[in-house]
């Protein structure tokens, strides 16, 4: 068997960045303690779990808003994640006077600030993003005129009013977003699009399908709550059309799976940490050895 290690894979700038931000502050005697991380810092449990044992409290509860765990701190330092948070609870953590980190992406910032820019010019404004993930909610409440678009489906129903600039979820899919984008212009006229993939979700995505030709089953690493990981494991069934497995960990693979397999790949989302993808390439290359 052989094994094809996809690349680029794994930790992009900002998740990076991210993770040493909390790393430092838990070592930093300058920072009020409790560390508390709103949300998860980036979306793979193993990292969450290595952040708890370094000493961060990670609020992260689906029925509970973000606005509700800051109603409850009194002291401490917050910590906002690699996908930012909505405008409001940053306020509440600066009128409670706690402590504010801000661990948010530069490129989810980027989307932010032209936003921003286009509210500011009267435009009504079309965010395309995954309902309910915390980089989408950041951005919807940013003004009351931005409005949410998930799949090309969701345009029918939209009734706002032209000039419209359209932007997105810096982890979109690059097929999906091409095929909203579509739609969009077919309904509007006066219409500004930029597409805001960011650049390491785009090579990850472009590297699978440019990859995946001859394969005939790929493994994506990641946590099924990170989009970037989700979208690589789609492309690979969509696009490349290969049996395609999104695993949290080499505990996860069933040898019943690569039966009669001759080509594996492997890649991992950009909130994977290298060591869970290496164990996963290590298994496929014994396996290959000993059978
Ligand atoms: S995937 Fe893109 S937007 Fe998200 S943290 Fe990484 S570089 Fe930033």
Known sequence: MIVRDIRPRGFCKGVHFAIE???????????PKPIYVLGYIVHNKHVVDELTELGAITLDDRSKSRMAFIDEIDSGTIVISAHGTPIDVIEKIKEKNLS?????????????????????????????????????????????????????????????????????QTTFSIKDIFNIHLALKDKYQDIIITEEICNATRIRQNAIIKSNEDVDLCYI???????????????????????????????????????????????????????????????FKSYSNNN
Do not use: M, W
């Open 21 to 31: 931000k909390v790393k430092d502050i838990l070592k930093s005697n300058e920072y």
């Open 100 to 168: 504010l980190v801000d661990a948010t992406c530069q490129d989810v910032y980027v989307t932010h600030d032209l936003i921003k820019a286009y509210l500011n010019k009267g435009y009504h404004v079309i965010y395309i993003g995954k309902k309910d993930h915390p980089e989408t909610n950041a951005s919807l409440s940013l003004g009351e005129n931005v409005y949410l678009v998930e799949h090309a489906s969701d345009i029918k129903d939209l009734d706002i009013k032209e000039p419209v600039f359209v932007t997105n």
């Open 221 to 283: 690493v990641g946590d099924t709550r990170s989009n970037n990981s989700k979208n690589l494991a789609k492309l690979s069934k969509e696009i490349t059309h290969t049996k395609t497995f999104l695993i949290q960990s080499v505990d996860d693979i069933n040898p019943i799976d690569l039966k009669d397999v001759k080509i594996v790949s492997v890649s991992s989302g950009a909130s994977t940490p290298e060591y869970l993808t290496k164990e996963v390439i290590a298994f």
